[in-house]
């Protein structure tokens, strides 16, 4: 078959609890959700995004593609954590394929591994009014662009492209989990005109934090401390198993914890995140001399009952629970809407992945 920016693709988002599948037929603006399933994972199946037993990811993976009737074969999916590689860096100004020629020996000072064992890619941002009046105007910077270079370790896309092979899938494209929040968040929002903005997703082993600013990645960080850092924080302090802990983030409390200890230890679980996150927040005003304006959260952290809130009053900032199936039409027939809402958060990425087109970039 041959694949155009027509053919529809099925996203695959593997994470530490769970995988995601998704898929959306029509176009920007025109979307419709034709699939949506979760397929939950072992714990240690997936550890800070690299995945630790195969077989069994293969195995939840081939039974959700099943189990949702899927009648394509080709996957997006998406990588994260501490083996990829997101900066802005400065770049002397050439012509793109002048770039492309050199953006290994570019890349060399900035990525903390091996040039030969990473897959590079690059995009380079519009370029500023430079204002001799500003505080930020540096000198050393004319002759200069500013370029998001972004380098994933090889061994991180062969195991992803591995399992959704063995599940029966040929992968097309292997994205990057803070990017297909951008384009989940883009199907709803005109993000050139919002001005500087934080993506958080929070996810179980990692909090992935993208600020844009006018719609253009600024700032990234992957935070190595997440929702299973507040489960296990609670599994300790009430003895609880596992289940029982997610179920006391989502409000449902066990019956020998009172509500104020439930909501006392929920709130001091989440302070090293909070911490973080403000910490990050802090780093990106002083970069660049500008003040995050609102943040969208999403992610099974989401899921948390008052996370917004608490997000908001640490921070700072308006905090909103993002729906990535707010502007997409969905059949009452094929979906239920309840299920839908409780899962939405979670599947963001999954959303994201399936916006995405075949288009040999």
Request: proline residues 4%; negative net charge.
């Amino acid at each position: 078959m041959f694949l155009s920016a027509k053919t529809q693709l099925l996203s695959i988002d593997i994470g530490s609890s769970s995988i995601k599948l998704a898929q959306l037929s029509g176009s920007q603006g025109k979307f419709e959700l034709s699939r949506l399933g979760v397929m939950p994972l072992e714990p240690e199946a997936v550890v800070e995004g690299v995945v630790k037993d195969e077989e069994q990811v293969v195995d939840a993976l081939t039974r959700l593609v099943q189990a949702e009737k899927v009648d394509t074969k080709y996957a997006v999916a998406s990588v994260s954590g501490e083996n990829v590689i997101i900066k802005k860096i400065k770049v002397p100004i050439m012509p793109p394929e002048e770039l492309e020629e050199s953006i290994r020996q570019e890349a060399e000072q900035y990525i903390p591994f091996d040039i030969d064992d990473v897959q590079l890619d690059f995009q380079i941002l519009p370029q500023k009014v430079r204002n001799e009046d500003d505080p930020a105007f540096d000198s050393e910077d004319e002759g200069k662009q500013e370029v998001v270079l972004v380098a994933v370790q090889n061994e991180i896309i062969d195991s992803r492209s591995d399992i959704l092979t063995a599940a029966g899938l040929k992968p097309v494209v292997i994205d990057l989990d803070v990017f297909a929040v951008v384009n989940a968040l883009g199907i709803s929002r005109n993000l050139e005109t919002m001005g500087s903005v934080a993506l958080i997703d929070l996810g179980g082993a990692f909090t992935h934090l993208n600020i844009l600013m006018d719609g253009v990645t600024s700032y990234t960080r992957d935070i190595p401390v997440a929702g299973n850092h507040i489960t296990q924080e609670l599994m300790s302090k009430f003895e609880l198993e596992f289940e029982a802990a997610e179920s006391l983030k989502m409000g449902v409390i066990p019956d020998n914890v009172e509500r104020d200890q439930a909501i006392g230890a929920v709130v001091e679980a989440f302070g090293l995140i909070l911490e973080e996150l403000q910490r990050s927040f802090e780093f990106f005003s002083t970069t660049s001399n500008a003040q995050v304006d609102q943040a969208y959260v999403c992610g099974g952290g989401a899921l948390t009952t008052g996370v917004d809130g608490l997000l908001a009053d640490r921070l700072g900032v308006p905090v909103e629970i993002f729906d990535p199936l707010e502007a997409i039409k969905v059949s009452k027939r094929v979906f239920d809407q309840k299920s839908l809402a409780q899962m939405a958060p979670l599947a963001t990425v999954a959303v994201g992945l399936a916006t995405r087109r075949f288009d040999y970039k």
